[in-house]
């Protein structure tokens, strides 16, 4: 039974436009949502998070959005750049570890 | 500042063998979480240490074992390796326990 699951595999898109990925989770007592970004060969790279009591937290060009209702939150990248390209991962946290999704490969195209 | 570091980077054992891998965190964070990840899949929580504590298991069988020193380095071990133990093993140190930052993993091959 997957707690977190970001339904999409793959988003391609155009540089300059807006890269937006999927995250939707199924355990309420998750409390911190995170995105990381990792590239083949290397550890996942920190990149925003959201606690469960805020529904919107944006560093740059990455804004994270979380709708507590409807557990889903979604990462949207503006503009987007072709070193953008990479696997996204959510992560929830609760009592203890993170818990991830299983990935969305983003591909940024000049 | 050193991030995560993970040792050895590669690591090629045969089945029923153990081995050990190591990570040092973050200069001044005190907890250490270990995760496995294969391919296709994002990381599996197996373990977090938090003053040489152990504070959280993810499902994992007991040939899995952790330890985290005085200096909040780490240890993984497992014990009779199987062949779906060959994965991306990460580390990640964090002072909260929330936001955590990863080495660069530790690729193991059992053959």
């Known amino acids: 039974?997957?707690?977190?699951?970001?339904?999409?595999?793959?988003?391609?898109?155009?540089?300059?436009?807006?890269?937006?990925?999927?995250?939707?989770?199924?355990?309420?007592?998750?409390?911190?949502?995170?995105w990381y970004k990792k590239y083949p060969a290397e550890g996942p790279t920190f990149l925003i998070s959201i606690s469960s009591i805020k529904?919107?937290?944006?560093?740059?060009?990455?804004?994270?959005?979380?709708?507590?209702?409807?557990?889903?939150?979604?990462?949207?990248?503006?503009?987007?750049?072709?070193?953008?390209?990479?696997?996204?991962?959510?992560?929830?946290?609760?009592?203890?570890?993170?818990?991830?999704?299983?990935?969305?490969?983003?591909l940024v195209s000049p | 500042d050193a991030g995560v570091t993970q040792s050895p980077t590669h690591l090629i054992k045969t089945r029923g063998q153990h081995v050990t891998l190591r990570c040092s965190p973050i200069s001044g964070h005190k907890s250490v979480s270990w995760y496995q990840q294969v391919l296709g899949q994002g990381p599996q929580f197996i373990f977090q240490y938090y003053e040489k504590e152990e504070r959280g298991r993810g499902n994992f069988p007991d040939r899995f074992s952790a330890r985290q020193f005085p200096n909040y380095s780490s240890e993984l071990n497992v014990n009779a390796l199987l062949l779906g133990d060959s994965a991306l093993y990460l580390c990640a140190s964090s002072l909260a326990a929330a936001e955590q930052y990863f080495g660069p993993g530790t690729r193991l091959t059992v053959t």
Request: net charge negative.
């Open chain 1, 1 to 34: 039974d997957q707690q977190v699951k970001q339904n999409s595999p793959s988003l391609s898109v155009q540089e300059g436009r807006i890269s937006i990925l999927n995250c939707d989770y199924t355990n309420s007592m998750f409390d911190y949502f995170l």
């Open chain 1, 55 to 106: 529904d919107k937290n944006e560093d740059g060009r990455f804004t994270v959005f979380l709708n507590k209702s409807a557990k889903h939150l979604s990462l949207h990248i503006v503009p987007s750049q072709p070193g953008d390209s990479a696997v996204y991962f959510c992560a929830a946290s609760g009592s203890w570890g993170l818990t991830f999704g299983k990935g969305t490969m983003l």
